[in-house]
């Protein structure tokens, strides 16, 4: 893979993240086409990877740029929006400056209208300084942005029911809007993991604290046949929720590899972005059957609060707040094999109730007597054997 020739930079250039060159690009095919930024975005949802390892972006249009914000709740035509955005970028500059004492790129400094800064990082240039420069200050507004929101959760009036339910609501208002967008999909709802699930998952986990259940929100969706599911994730990570936001190492694909999804529809496959973004394909759910089939990630679903919340929180933290959301997509025949014998949702839960129980009962001293026997047994068959090669 090509690298940038950093022989010429200054040092402060060879500390940031370096690009490689992209030759592939996808031509828009008609106006709601699927374009190199889509498949990218696709990848990396897919991979589990952060957006903080890529080595550029991929806007080509201004148009492009503004859908983006919409995503995330930001209207550039509206003046607040606008100063929230401009802060968070002064506040990526001076961190970048100030604690990572890396120069900021002078033009990059005086941009006018950030939006250009994403075309910037979108540059194929990628030995500009200029590309380099506006990548890396992205990287930390994307940081930045999800630290101001979370502190402004913290800070405001409301419950984690209410947010929920407003979360819930604002996703599946996109419900009519998908479907004529993606005929494809014949099934979208969303549910609640009830407080009794809550409890038998964390004490199936390790992490037997309520903040690593990342599924109180899930949605699910079933489309007609596995050639739908690339439209549909295109489809929502241009309108339901930002791909930056899909929580690293949350994902799971074993439904249908990303290489096949973009030869189906005739696509050539982008070449790597600076990572390994392959499909992962073990269950993270050591109680879901080995034939059980699904499209499975988190997102930190951006959701707007300033018309749920009756008190004044810090301006400064802008409007928007994330909560977590799951999303399993599958398709109808996969559907329906997935309730079949060991894959059936009840199955699942006995084996998840049976460790619980285990894990109550017992602790760890219940592995620890397996593997006693398992050790007490191969002794034993050692011996029988030593005992046999000396019989006459």
């Known amino acids: 893979m090509p690298k940038k020739d950093q022989s010429n930079k200054p040092q402060s250039s060879v500390a940031q993240i370096s690009m490689s060159t992209q030759n592939v690009v996808v031509d828009r095919i008609g106006v709601n086409g699927i374009g190199l930024s889509d498949l990218e975005a696709i ?13 550029r972006a991929n806007f080509r249009t201004m148009a492009e740029v503004d859908q983006y914000l ?49 075309l910037w990082a ?7 300084p200029r590309q380099t420069a506006s990548c890396v200050v992205l990287k930390l507004m ?29 996703i599946l208002s996109y419900k009519e809007a998908m479907k004529s967008a993606v005929p494809g999909v014949v099934e979208f709802y969303g549910s609640r993991k009830t407080r009794d699930s809550i409890v038998s998952k964390l004490l199936a986990k390790k992490e037997d604290v309520a903040s690593t259940v990342f599924d109180k929100l899930r949605f699910r969706i079933i489309t007609k046949t596995k050639d739908d599911l690339l439209p549909l994730m295109v489809w929502l990570q241009r309108k339901a929720f930002p791909y930056n936001f899909v929580i690293p190492g949350q ?19 982008p070449q790597s972005n600076g990572i390994m973004e392959d499909d992962v394909v073990e269950s993270p759910n050591e109680f879901s059957s080995t034939t059980y089939r699904v499209i ?4 930190d679903v951006p959701v707007r609060i300033d018309d749920v919340i009756a008190h004044s929180v810090d301006e400064g933290l802008g409007k928007v707040v994330f909560v977590m959301a799951e999303f399993q997509i599958v398709d109808q025949a996969t559907a329906v094999t997935n309730e ?19 894990r109550l009962q017992y602790g760890q001293h219940i592995q620890h007597l397996v593997n006693v026997q398992i050790s007490t047994a191969g002794s034993n068959l050692s011996d029988s054997s030593s005992d046999s090669d000396q019989s006459p």
């Open 142 to 170: 994307h940081v930045l942005q999800h630290l101001d929101s979370a502190e402004l959760r913290h800070q405001a009036p409301i419950a984690e029911e209410k947010l929920l339910a407003h979360a819930e609501q604002q």
């Open 296 to 299: 499975n990630f988190i997102v």
């Open 122 to 128: 979108s540059d194929y240039d990628v030995v500009s």
């Open 340 to 358: 079949e014998g060991d894959n059936s949702h009840l199955c699942y839960k006995e084996r998840q109730r049976a460790r619980v129980q285990e």
């Open 70 to 118: 919409k995503v995330l709740h930001f209207d550039w035509n509206n003046r607040t929006d606008r100063r929230r955005i401009e802060r968070v970028f002064q506040d990526a500059v001076q961190f970048l400056e100030t604690h990572l004492d890396m120069p900021c790129v002078q033009e990059v400094k005086d941009i006018e209208d950030i939006r250009n800064l994403f």
């Open 251 to 269: 994902s799971h694909n074993n439904l249908m590899p990303f290489r096949k999804m973009v030869a189906a529809h005739g696509l050539d496959r």
């Open 43 to 55: 990848r990396l949802i897919l991979s589990g990877n952060s957006i903080v390892d890529w080595e």
